[in-house]
Every structure is written in C-alpha cells, then in structure tokens.
C-alpha cells in the first residue's frame, strides 16, 4: 500500500510539471533569440517618476502554488525599477473573496525592502473577485502615490477566471489614464486578460511561466513609451510570433451503462440506462505576436582585433581566443601592465545628464581597461566612485587587489540619475576615497594618488575650484569626456595634456592605451629619451636604523616612478650597504618598474657601521662593467645616500668613480658633515642634504632634474673600460673596439687556446694604456 502511495505521488507529480511545461508561453524562432530576449531584460531600466500597483490574484482557482510563482515575477520585474521616493514607487494588493492592501506606494522605496515585503505576502485563498478588487482600486486610488501627473502603471496578476464583471471597471481605470498589463498565470483564459489589458493589448499581455520573457515584455512596453525612454544602447524593440496556451475541461461520453435507481417495494431493485463521460484536458494553442527587445549579437561587430575569434557569452558577453602576444583586453588589444606604481581612483558620472547608455558604457570601459592593465602583481590600487547628487564608493582605493574583485564592484554600480555634482564629488573622494596601501604601519604611502573623472555632463556646482582644492593635496586628476566637453574637462585638469576625449561612443574604447600611457607619466621628470645606467648606494648601517632605510626604500621606490624602464633606455641597479656591500640587483635584473618596485622593498636592513669606500668599489667592479649588464656609451650615474658615517675611506673610490666619466651624487641625511661629503662628491652641485628621512620626498624633483642634467652629458664608449681581461679600448667615430692580448672577442672574454693564432694585432695605444694602469684596488681587498 506504502508503495503504491508512493508511485501515486510521484505520477502526480510528473504530470504538473507536465501541466506547467505546457504552459509557458513559446517564441516561434531559434533558442538565440530566446537567450537574447532572456539577457536582454536584464540592460533596461526605468528610471522615471512612476506609480506601480501589483494586483495580485490570491483565489483558490490559482492555489498556493501560482501564487507563489506571481509573486517571483513580481519580484523579478522589481529589478529593472530605479525605486526612490522621487522615482519609481511600488504597492501590492492581493485579491480574492475582496481586495486587501498588502502596502502602499510610500511605505517602502529600496528594492531589498519591497522585495522582502512581496516575499512575505501570504495566500488567502477565495473566490476570484477580480470586478471587485479593480472598484477597489478606482475607489481607493494609487495609495501613497503621488498627483495625476505621474504616469500610474496597474499590473494584473491573474488566471482571468473571474466571477464578476470585469468590464466596467477596466473601462474606467484605463479612462482615468492608468495603464493596465495582465499578466496570465498557470493556464489562464487569455479573452478575459485581452479585456484587462491597455491597448494595444499585444504589448501589455503577458505570461507569468516564462519569467524573462515576461519582464522583457514588460521592460519593452514602459522603455518603448514615454514614460522612461532607457533602452541599452543599440537594442531595439521587434515583434515575434508566439503562442498562448491554456486548459479547457471538457467530457465525452464513454457509453451508457446499468445504474441503480431504487426500489419501490422491498424485494425488488429497479435498474436503468445512464450515460458515463469522461472528463479531459484539452490544451488549446491561442497564436498572437509578442513584442520583445533584442541587443546585436556582441560578436556581429567582430569586436576580437588581432586574428582573435570571438565566441559569444550571452547578450552583451563573449570572449576572444587570442593569439599569442595578444590579450591584453577582452579585444585582444596587445598585451599591457601598468608599469608604474599609482593609488588610482576612478570617479564616474551616474547624473541624469550622463544617461543611463552613458553610466552603462563607462562601466563598461573601467572593465576593460582594469582587465587590460591590472594584476595582482601591479604596483599601487584601485578604487572606483560614482557619483550624481552624492557618492556611493563602490570600492575604495586598497580595497581589492585582485581583478576579480574590482570586476565585482563595477557590477554593482547602478544608475542613479539626479544633478552633477561634481565639485561636491572631488571634495568626497579627496577626504572619503583613498585608504593607505603603505608597506610598514610606520612608513606613509608615498605613491602617487590620481583621480580619474568620466563625465559626460557640465558639473552643476563649483568644479574649479574643487579642481583645484584636489591639485593643492597632491593628487593629480586626469579628465575623460566626449569632444564637446573637452572645454569643460581642460578646466577642471588646467591641462590639455591631461584631458582624454572621444568623438563617438565605440571610440571610448580606443583610449585604453592613451589612458595607460597618461597615468605613468603623471608627474614624470625623469629622462625620457636619455639613455641611463643608474645605481641607488643605500646606507644600511646602525646610524640609519630600520625605521630610516625603511624611508629610503619608500624614497628610492618613488624615485624610479620618473623612469622608463627599459634595456633601451634606463636600467636601475641597488646596492646597500653596512660594513659590507651587498648586490640587490644589478642593471640588467629587472625591464619593468613593477618588478623593481618590489625587488627595492625587498631590500634588507643589514646594521653594524658603515663603510662608504667599500661600496663605491662594489658598485665600480659589480655593476659598472659589461659582464654585469653596464651598456657601453651610455651615461652611468650613482645615487650615494648616507648618514654620514663611514665616508673617510671613500675620497678614492669616488674619485676612481670620476675618472670613469661615472657621476656621483651624494644626498646626505642630517646632521652630517658637509666638509666630509664635499671630498667625495667633488662637486657642491651634486651634494644634497636632507635635513630629515620624512622631508626626503620634497626633495625628489631637484633630484630628478639634477639627474637628468648629468645623464645628458657627452660620454665616451671607452669609460669606464668595457674590455675585459686587460684589454684596450680604442674609440673609432664614436663606437669602440677591445685590443686583446691572449684573449679574443668583442670585449676580450674568450681566453685564446694554445695553437689558436686568430688574434687580433695589438693596436699602437695599448702600450701606453697599459703602462698607466694602476693597481688602486688593492688597496681595499682587506
């Protein structure tokens, strides 16, 4: 019996799952257009003072379950209401036997609270008394809803089968200027919702079982009128085929058959003919047109560059399979890094000015360029804003790190409409925006700090000198726009360098590159074009402390900001020292400034006393040769920093240094003694002294420029020596060849085996070069 049971539910089961399959509303094209309407719901919203009024059917002809499945579509169609007390405002009433308000339109305006309340509705159950439930309505009016003069939308959640006049009512709401969508639930009598329906009934009729195809209808009727004209850019409404299907009981008759009718006396049983029918469900296809919105296929533009084949992810989704070398965005654009160490903030206009296809395509850009040129590994943060009448931050600076995360908090940026406040919004994210992503508790964070502004509206309030207020802090700000508010953003940067602008919307996109190349040349004073060997010496001794080379490593970091890295033009080599020097990474280690970044504050605090003499010679013999990675011909420049200590063997070193046309500049940290300083340096112009570690930075632009000074001094290819093995170098029209003896090669580095006569002839000046030859470096062996 157990059994049996079982087997009774399960087929009971089957069949309304059955039942509900049937129903849904089918589109009579390929499951493309289906996955397209389906996503397409999901861009459009309605961002407009509106009335909505949720009457929803809770009779016992629709049964818990239906009423359950109302009230989801009720929920989903929240999603694309922008809901506030001066926008979109939503109410529910449930009907049955009579109508009761569930809530009015000014009890809740977040989407989370309506929701949770719609959610929590409970089933009465009860006769279908829709004709009394719109009275009720016509009665009661819009509770909490605002004048005549906005828009009130009533939506009608039914299965049609009402036991009163509906007719009336209906007439005279839609006369009244209410816009009236039926919404069919389980299987419904579509003659009764076409009667409910605003005309043209075929775009306020829908399907409550598909429920994406139902919000897409709905969406595409209140975006397709006047009442808020948002459609994501591109997408269009059209009409499809489709079908609506519901239920009919009826009865055939099975035959005639012997039925008891009573007895008139006590022995007899009196018998007759009754007819025996057999109930059945009939499903019943009523044809109609929907009008649904579709976006262009994502992959229709061929958006993959660079031979990249795009394979398509829903509406607005797809991905490009790059080749190699290529990927540096969702386009396949080539590879990028930001290649400079900044704490960006990203603030972008959500205004009504900007629109909702304008806040939409800077998402969209912030995407792409953040996965273009952001990694784990990129040096500094990212922070994103948005803005109109306030700022929502939907990540503050330091807050993630990693792609996946930012992506996250782009998504949930929603378009808020309201004023351009963007001289209020600098001033927030000035004070509000950026948290300290610095390395040690003890150390401030020291690297650049740019706001980025995406705007496509004139501010509203005082935005100059909010502008300006930003400059004076330190932050520099970089404006993004189309070409007719380039005039507005040169205001706001003071800077035609530091405006960004596009001439149509796809060309928004072309400016990643023109972005990235910005951001690192923020504050740029460095030696563009200079070709540069340059070596940090950084005092590692007691008298600096742990909490002072942290502060030259936050320095030194800073510094290599300024620098194009590259084996083409700057190469960077660190030695710190104590009463040892000690090789970081020599010229060659590291091509990109992400890398050296995190090499420089790996360096390691060594203690004990300092000896300044050591490390020029360290420098000299480990770096400033060809095997270490020193380029022939190319300015060499060494950045001494001390306290001081340890400096009175380093008179001849620093003036070997000189002889080898390598600058020394020394910047010394109080109290030192510039007598001391003056014999190494050689020069007062290339002696800098600090008075603390903290006031280093303030310093960091003479330095730069003094530099930069330096690296564009004539050099010779033949010093320092870049021969080998005691080889000559004799320089010929501006290059250089090595004279070898008992070597061979281009810099005399392959020893000559015994019976190999490929030598090269002695050259006539490397007799007298040889004879001056000293050995000075014996001197500092011990």
Aim: hydrophobic fraction near 35%; glycine fraction near 8%.
């Amino acid at each position: 019996m157990i059994l049996l049971l079982s087997f009774d539910s399960v087929f009971i089961f089957l069949f309304s799952q059955a039942l509900v399959s049937w129903g849904i509303q089918e589109l009579q094209v390929n499951q493309e257009i289906v996955e397209k309407i389906s996503a397409a719901g999901q861009l459009m919203n309605c961002s407009a003072p509106i009335d909505v009024l949720f009457l929803l059917d809770g009779s016992y002809s629709i049964g818990k379950g239906n009423f359950e499945r109302s009230k989801y579509l009720a929920i989903k169609l929240c999603d694309a209401l922008d809901t506030s007390p001066e926008r979109a405002r939503v109410g529910a009433i449930q009907f049955s036997s009579t109508p009761c308000l569930e809530f009015p339109l000014d009890a809740y305006f977040t989407k989370r609270e309506i929701k949770d309340k719609l959610k929590k509705i409970a089933f009465k159950g009860g006769r279908t008394e829709t004709g009394l439930a719109l009275k009720y309505v016509l009665r009661k009016g819009f509770s909490g809803g605002r004048n005549s003069s906005i828009p009130q939308i009533l939506i009608v959640l039914t299965d049609g089968r009402s036991q009163g006049n509906v007719a009336i009512p209906v007439k005279q709401l839609k006369e009244r200027g209410i816009t009236v969508f039926a919404v069919g639930i389980n299987f419904p009598r579509w003659e009764e919702l076409h009667a409910l329906a605003s005309e043209p009934s075929e775009w306020h009729l829908l399907f409550a079982e598909d429920v994406d195809d139902a919000a897409n209808g709905l969406y595409t009727t209140l975006t397709g009128s006047a009442v808020c004209n948002a459609t994501f850019p591109g997408c269009m409404a059209n009409s499809y085929p489709c079908e609506r299907k519901t239920l009919e009981r009826t009865r055939k008759l099975v035959g005639n058959y012997f039925c008891w009718k009573g007895s008139k006396s006590n022995d007899a049983v009196q018998t007759s003919l009754c007819p025996f029918y057999n109930w059945r469900n009939n499903l019943i296809t009523h044809p109609s047109r929907c009008y649904r919105t579709t976006c262009p296929d994502p992959c229709g533009s061929q958006p993959c560059q660079n031979g990249g084949t795009c394979i398509q992810e829903g509406l607005e989704g797809y991905h490009c399979i790059c080749p190699v070398g290529f990927g540096g965005d969702n386009n396949c654009a080539p590879k990028l890094s930001l290649e400079c160490s900044m704490d960006l903030l990203f603030l972008v206009d959500s205004s009504s000015t900007t629109t909702l296809e304008g806040f939409l395509r800077y998402k969209a850009f912030l995407k792409r360029f953040l996965q273009a040129i952001w990694s784990t590994e990129s040096p500094g943060s990212v922070g994103i804003a948005q803005y109109s009448n306030d700022v929502k931050m939907a990540a503050r600076v330091g807050e993630h790190q990693e792609v996946l995360g930012l992506m996250k908090a782009i998504d949930s940026m929603q378009f808020t409409g309201g004023n351009t406040l963007t001289g209020k919004a600098l001033h927030y994210v000035i004070q509000h925006g950026f948290k300290s992503a610095s390395f040690s508790a003890d150390i401030p964070d020291d690297l650049p700090r740019v706001v980025i502004l995406l705007t496509n509206s004139n501010a509203e309030d005082s935005v100059v000198e909010a502008a300006k207020y930003t400059r004076d802090q330190g932050i520099f700000l970089i404006g993004i726009g189309s070409e007719l508010l380039r005039a507005e953003l040169e205001r706001i940067t003071r800077n035609p360098k530091w405006t960004i602008s596009y001439s149509t919307p796809q060309d928004l996109y072309n400016k990643i590159t023109e972005l990235q190349r910005k951001i690192c040349s923020i504050g740029s004073q460095g030696c563009p074009s200079q070709p540069l060997d340059l070596v940090f010496a950084l005092d590692s001794s007691a008298s600096v402390g742990k909490r002072g080379f942290a502060q030259l490593k936050a320095f030194v970091s800073s510094l290599l900001l300024q620098f194009h890295i590259n084996r083409d033009v700057t190469q960077i080599g660190l030695v710190v020292f104590g009463k040892r020097p000690h090789t970081l990474f020599g010229l060659d280690t590291h091509i990109t400034s992400s890398s050296l970044y995190e090499a420089v504050n790996q360096a390691p605090f060594l203690g004990g006393s300092a000896s300044v003499g050591s490390s020029l010679l360290h420098v000299y013999d480990a770096l400033m040769t060809v095997q270490k990675g020193a380029r022939p011909g190319v300015k060499k420049i060494v950045v001494l920093i001390t306290s001081g200590a340890g400096v009175e063997d380093a008179i001849v070193p620093a003036q070997h240094l000189r002889n080898n046309d390598i600058s020394l500049l020394v910047i010394g940290i109080e109290p030192v003694e510039t007598k001391s300083l003056m014999r190494i340096v050689g020069s007062l112009n290339n002696l800098f002294r600090i008075s603390s570690y903290k006031d280093l930075k303030d310093s960091a632009d003479i330095i730069i420029e003094r530099i930069c000074d330096e690296a564009k001094r004539p050099v010779s290819p033949c010093r320092p020596n870049p021969c080998m093995n005691n080889g000559v170098c004799v320089s010929e029209n501006g290059s250089y060849q090595c004279q070898c003896s008992g070597w061979k090669g281009p810099h005399c580095e392959n020893k000559i085996q015994r019976g190999d006569t490929s030598q090269l002839q002695m050259h006539p000046a490397i007799i007298g070069a040889q004879r001056k030859r000293r050995g000075w470096r014996r001197f500092y062996r011990t």
